[in-house]
């Protein structure tokens, strides 16, 4: 096995066969349903960890497919009134479809109806049976004709099926046993030995007492479907979909075909599940590799589901979210974004549309977009648009370097352990503390003074940096900003070619080269509640604090009376207004959602007070520049106006 360990992020490391390697795999989908959140949840995560371990220079493999045997996926083709084949090619379109929709960069996609896995799934079996571990022998259960489906007793409800309900019947057939009770005292001393090969520790310790209470041999062949591979030189009998299923993460390194390319990946580094399947991946799949005489994969992780009202999501429970219909409404990136920040990777996480708004909103939009926005804006105005040159590098004030330093060790140490979701946050604690910075620093201020000048030259350069390496970080996790935000921030290379940890370093940055000023990166998503304090602003009045600000924060705002000229419903949307407002220097658009307490016709003429540096947004489609300020309680919503007149575009401070 030409592979050395896979630590992360080692300078140094190569692209290619003698470099490092790293394989990185999903389970392999059932296509008998549409994929939906909870799929695409493993996937992104799959992906985040296979672009993260590219940027470290590793030669990495990124595997995923769909378990297209069985007789799920047999029902299901006749219930659609195709061939299973047939059946399972329209499934395997959707789902590539889909992971382009999410710019899953996988390396390969094995479907188990392909004649490469299934040649070597039928080298597999006829290998573990020459060893003697498959042997032949009487399979009894009880069997409902309808489903056509065997159970054990203890899964029967009421002595009927527990899928239809009907009558069952004690039945005897000829079947394929594994050996699986010859391998458990070997599986549990390399559980013992290796205390990283079952993770998270919680369903490593459910793993030992789950094969410390008894291995029984497990039937690995069926005679009553014929949608699967047939047992080689037995072919009334067909592989047991799990056997099938599994074999797949060394079937698509051509297991018994090409040696170049097992030899290259295999051990896998982390095999990716939700926790429900860890039992068929440390228990069955190892005792298939150890009797292959193969090595075990050295982790086998298994995350928490995502549960919506505090159920898992899933195709029989019905409560499935399309994932291609969110990135339709929110963008690519907020998806990913929110399925890999919001729920720590080991734990069970509730999804919401709204967490997801929330999510994006405060990360991404607030403290990430403003970032940008801002530095970029005061790169124009005191740097003539210019990354500007920095100096004294020892200025004492220059305390973003170590945190990026920081940032960049916690990001590594997080994703090490697939603590995704922490690794992100680190990255967000580094665009915060440049946040903070700039307020600290007070760019402004120094610019009215020329003996500011340096500090001022070293606070938009940091400020500029701090973004460059954000972006990097990101880069794994967010297909489309980092990008974007390395063009704005003037920096021309090419982000495929980065490595980590060099390209972290703080100030690579060439000073002199303009940057370019975008829209938002992220524009506030703002929901129909949201536009006027009855969504989540609202929900503060609750009792609830809301955290105190600086009066510099305050001044951020850009408080102004606008006249409204025009106003008028929008289509679709019970509660929301267009209005036009003129606010001094010329007239703008923005939907408000005041039309359940004000009629169009009430609108035009007045004076309000709007929030002039909002940034724009899209309400239903329709561009919204600013926010009107209302008063909600009682049940009442009242706009705010001056209590005298005075002129549109008056300060309001
Ligand atoms: N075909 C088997 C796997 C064989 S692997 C050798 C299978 N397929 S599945 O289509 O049911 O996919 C299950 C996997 O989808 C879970 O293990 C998990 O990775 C992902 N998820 C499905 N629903 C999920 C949630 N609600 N939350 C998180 N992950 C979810 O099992």
């Not at 995923?64 to 007789?71: K, L, N, R, Y």
């Not at 699986?180 to 919680?202: G, K, M, T």
């Not at 100030?507 to 080269?513: E, K, W």
Request: with cysteine.
């Amino acid at each position: 096995m030409a592979r050395t360990s896979a630590g992360s992020g080692a300078p140094g490391a190569q692209q290619g066969a003698g470099g490092r390697s790293f394989y990185v795999t999903t389970p392999i989908y059932y296509p008998s349903g549409r994929l939906h959140i909870g799929h695409a949840y493993t996937t992104v995560a799959a992906d985040f960890i296979a672009r993260y371990k590219r940027l470290c220079g590793f030669d990495t493999r990124f595997l995923t497919g769909t378990d297209e045997h069985g007789i799920k996926m047999q029902r299901a083709a006749a219930k659609a009134g195709l061939s299973p084949q047939a059946f399972a090619d329209r499934a395997y379109a959707e789902i590539a479809d889909l992971w382009r929709t999410l710019e899953i960069s996988y390396d390969d996609f094995i479907r188990t109806t392909e004649p490469r896995h299934q040649r070597s799934v039928q080298t597999i079996f006829e290998r573990v049976r020459e060893r003697g571990d498959i042997y032949k022998g009487v399979y009894e259960g009880w069997y409902c004709a309808d489903c056509e489906s065997f159970f054990l007793a203890r899964q029967l409800v009421d002595g009927k099926c527990p899928d239809c309900g009907r009558q069952v019947e004690l039945l005897a057939e000829e079947a394929y046993f594994f050996r699986l009770s010859n391998y458990a005292d070997r599986l549990l001393r390399h559980i013992d030995e290796h205390p990283e090969f079952i993770q998270p520790p919680s369903r490593r310790n459910e793993m030992i007492s789950f094969v410390r209470s008894g291995l029984e041999d497990l039937c690995v062949s069926r005679t009553s479907f014929n949608w699967g591979i047939p047992v080689p030189g037995d072919p009334k009998h067909v592989i047991y979909v799990w056997f099938d299923a599994l074999s797949n993460y060394i079937t698509a390194l051509g297991y018994g075909s090409d040696d170049e390319l097992f030899d290259r990946y295999w051990p896998a580094d982390v095999h990716l599940m939700g926790k429900e399947i860890v039992r068929f991946h440390s228990v069955i799949w190892p005792i298939i590799l150890m009797a292959l005489d193969l090595p075990l994969p050295k982790q086998v992780f298994g995350h928490g589901w995502l549960v919506l009202g505090g159920e898992k999501i899933s195709k029989s429970r019905g409560n499935v979210i399309d994932p291609q219909v969110l990135v339709q409404k929110y963008g690519l990136d907020a998806v990913r974004y929110f399925l890999l920040r919001e729920v720590p990777f080991v734990a069970d996480g509730n999804y919401s549309e709204d967490a997801l708004v929330r999510r994006t909103n405060t990360d991404l939009a607030n403290d990430l977009g403003n970032l940008l926005q801002r530095t970029l804006a005061m790169v124009e105005r005191f740097a003539a648009g210019r990354v500007p040159e920095p100096e004294s590098l020892d200025d004492p004030a220059r305390p973003l370097a170590a945190a990026a330093n920081d940032a960049l060790s916690a990001y590594e140490q997080h994703l090490d352990r697939l603590e995704l979701a922490n690794a992100l946050g680190a990255v967000l604690g580094l665009v915060n503390r440049a946040n903070k910075y700039i307020e600290e620093q007070s760019p402004w201020d120094l610019a009215k003074n020329p003996a500011g000048a340096v500090r001022l030259r070293n606070v938009l350069y940091d400020l500029l940096e701090t973004l460059r390496v954000s972006a990097v970080l990101l880069a794994p996790a967010l297909t489309r900003a980092p990008g974007e935000i390395l063009r704005q921030i003037g920096w021309d290379g090419d982000l495929s070619e980065l490595r980590l940890p060099q390209a972290a370093r703080f100030g690579q940055l060439q000073p002199g080269r303009p940057i370019s000023r975008g829209g938002p990166l992220f524009p506030r998503i703002e929901t129909e509640d949201q536009t006027n304090g009855e969504g989540p602003a609202a929900e503060k009045t609750a009792g609830q604090q809301t955290p105190r600000i600086t009066i510099d924060e305050f001044r951020r705002l850009d408080l102004r009376i606008a006249r409204v000229v025009a106003a008028d419903r929008v289509a679709g949307a019970d509660r929301l207004l267009r209005l036009r407002v003129q606010l001094g220097e010329g007239e703008r658009q923005i939907v408000a959602g005041v039309a359940a307490h004000y009629r169009p016709e009430d609108m035009v003429g007045k004076d309000i007070v709007v929030v002039a540096n909002l940034e724009p947004a899209k309400i239903r489609g329709l561009a919204s520049d600013g926010m009107l300020l209302a008063a909600t309680g009682g049940g009442k919503l009242v706009l705010i106006a001056p209590e005298a007149p005075v002129p549109p575009g008056a300060r309001v401070s």
